[in-house]
């Protein structure tokens, strides 16, 4: 099913129940502006009052016509609240220059005339009536002036100034009028004002009628969809085709009209319902350049949040292994499997703007709930590692996680910015789609990003040392994934976070002697002291020339040796034999080979046995 079936599925299942939302769908031929300016009337449309509208309060639902819904110049009002210049008949009289006095009578006039035709026809309002009666007097801008809402030159011209930010032929208008009959006396909440609005517009339209290709029946055609789906790129629009310069369609029809067929109520539906997505659910990878993913049922069913941890434990007295992990996972998947049918489903969307005035949908995917619920758990089982965290009085601990796209992509592709590392965002938001598509569609991750990854972590001098542990664990999950996909093509549990000593590959077993080597340096240093080891310093060489560095390593780690006690040798140096005779019977140039990234699993799962031993041997001279 197409994205247009699953939008306009989703506005015909969630139209009515929204309009408490903090984010109501908005219904056809209408759309949601930002207000300024509240004037309060009687029934009669008599005056009462009038306020500035607070911020947090100003999205307003107005009912709007094609081609005002999309405008950008000329003459085009809205159906009952618009901008001083449109809905005040006295605003020319203030106007020092005389194309704007001639802009705002042009405006009055059209609106005015449009209010008029809807307050004379069977679907008017007793609200509607109000609000004409009242503007016919031409009085608004001096009502205004009264309220203290604007102000004068001496001269008897607007001050330059604003109203909530916007100056005065800016300024958007909403009514509330008080008729001592209906409970809601606001024009943008009250519903059958609201649907006698969309009964008569879509009565009174004119267009040119043909078979919409969505619907399949004879409708009016629209010509002017939407824009401001996403407020990111909102100039940009979803479906256009009104290219006449450079043809954009050229070579396949002979005019836009033959290019695709959409219906005004079809158009308005399907953009209703993907705006009211964007802004309840949307997430945005990028920070100026964005690209837009939403994740969505069209019932409306909440859907997990893809671009957040999965299954994180908060309480660091938890017991963090992976086993736990997975039950953790499992159990918060459930709790969103529990509200879907079998036949339902769940879509995930990408968009971008190629240019300012074109929206592209970059990503598309539908899957049956149960199946993508299960995608979603085997990535986090399959992709996961330890992370070094700190509680409230900085102490270390550590806890199993899933890393989130950003955190992969950054790591792999960024660059260390003070405690942060950061990515472009042409980089963020296509690798990101590259990973979004690998977890749903259950494919392998790019060798690329897993040996950006690599290279990444094998340069710990880069970074500091919070920021190296995040790059190295993040390396670690994603080169874990990797093998495990292409050695058993994801059959059975995926090997535990522990370390294997069976397993005598070559650059495994480099990566335990690294490990080893940075161990026994560092346990000899006083307490307080910061340099870095020789192991950290030269591990970008020795992944490139392992027996090589192996060797000068060997030899820097004598003076270290000697400061340790005799058990302590004895243990570090017999470690260091029986990982060297692991290796299998290679000759000294093959051993000397570039290491292939599963070093770095040696390095970690070595690393974190020789630290537990330790806090272990702790214990038990705390205990005695």
């Known amino acids: 099913m197409s994205w247009m079936s699953q939008l306009y599925k989703t506005y015909e299942r969630n139209i009515g129940k929204s309009q408490q939302d903090e984010v109501p769908l908005t219904p056809v031929a209408h759309m949601n502006a930002n207000a300024q300016v509240e004037i309060t009337l009687n029934r009669e449309g008599e005056f009462l009052a009038a306020e500035v509208v607070d911020k947090k309060e100003s999205v307003t639902l107005i009912p709007v016509t094609e081609s005002s819904s999309g405008r950008s110049s000329g003459v085009a009002p809205h159906a009952l609240c618009d901008m001083l210049p449109y809905i005040a008949g006295d605003f ?324 260390e910015n003070g405690n942060f590392i950061e990515a472009g965002d042409k980089v963020l938001k296509e690798h990101t789609q590259r990973l979004l598509k690998c977890m749903l569609e259950k494919q392998p991750i790019p060798y690329d990003i897993v040996h950006a990854l690599a290279i990444r972590a094998s340069t710990p001098m880069a970074y500091t040392r919070g920021n190296r542990e995040r790059v190295l664990s993040t390396a670690c999950a994603l080169i874990s994934k990797y093998y495990y996909e292409k050695n058993k093509q994801g059959q059975g549990e995926k090997e535990e976070m522990k370390l294997d000593l069976e397993n005598h590959d070559r650059s495994y077993l480099f990566g335990r002697l690294l490990a080893v080597c940075e161990k ?44 340790l006690r005799p058990g302590f040798r004895e243990y570090y140096k017999g470690l260091i034999a029986s990982i060297v005779t692991s290796f299998q019977d290679e000759d000294a140039m093959a051993l000397n080979q570039e290491l292939k990234e599963t070093y770095l699993l040696g390095y970690y799962l070595q690393r974190a046995e020789l630290n537990k031993k330790k806090e272990e041997k702790e214990e038990e001279q705390e205990n005695e």
């Open 92 to 415: 020319p009289e203030y106007c020092e220059d005389e194309k704007q006095k001639k802009s705002a009578g042009e405006k009055f006039k059209a609106f005015l005339e449009n209010l008029e035709k809807w307050e004379k026809s069977e679907d008017s309002h007793p609200k509607v009536k109000a609000v004409y009666h009242y503007l016919s007097k031409k009085m608004t801008i001096s009502d205004l002036m009264k309220a203290g809402l604007v102000e004068l030159t001496s001269e008897g011209m607007f001050e330059k100034k604003k109203i909530s930010g916007q100056p005065y032929d800016k300024a958007l208008v909403r009514f509330r009028v008080f008729d001592g009959i209906q409970e809601e006396d606001c024009t943008w909440k009250d519903l059958s004002l609201i649907e006698a609005y969309t009964k008569y517009y879509l009565k009174g339209q004119q267009g040119k009628k043909d078979v919409c290709y969505y619907t399949g029946e004879e409708r009016t055609i629209s010509t002017n969809h939407p824009k401001g789906i996403v407020a990111s790129d909102y100039g940009a629009k979803l479906v256009s085709a009104n290219d006449g310069i450079g043809y954009t369609y050229r070579g396949r029809f002979q005019n836009s009209e033959q290019t695709y067929a959409l219906s005004y109520e079809a158009s308005q539906k399907i953009h209703s319902a993907l705006t009211w997505l964007v802004k309840k659910q949307g997430v945005y990878v990028g920070t100026q350049d964005k690209r837009t993913f939403i994740c969505w049922n069209p019932d409306g069913k909440k859907t997990p949040n893809l671009f957040e941890e999965l299954g994180l434990f908060d309480d660091e007295e938890d017991d963090y292994t992976e086993i736990s992990y997975r039950k953790q996972l499992r159990k918060t998947l459930m709790g969103y499997q529990e509200q879907f049918e079998e036949t339902d489903s769940i879509i995930v969307m990408g968009l971008d703007a190629a240019t300012t005035g074109r929206l592209s949908v970059t990503y598309y995917h539908e899957q049956a709930a149960t199946d993508f619920l299960e995608r979603i758990f085997y990535w986090g089982r399959t992709c996961n590692w330890q992370y070094l965290k700190f509680n409230e009085k900085k102490q270390p601990y550590y806890v199993v996680e899933t890393p989130i796209f950003r955190r992969i992509v950054e790591c792999a592709f960024g660059r």
């Open 520 to 563: 026994v340096e560092r346990i000899t240093y006083d307490r307080g002291e910061s340099r870095e080891p020789n192991a950290i310093r030269l591990q970008s060489a020795f992944v490139n020339h392992p027996m090589q560095s192996w060797k000068i390593l060997e030899g820097l780690l004598n003076p270290y040796f000697q400061k």
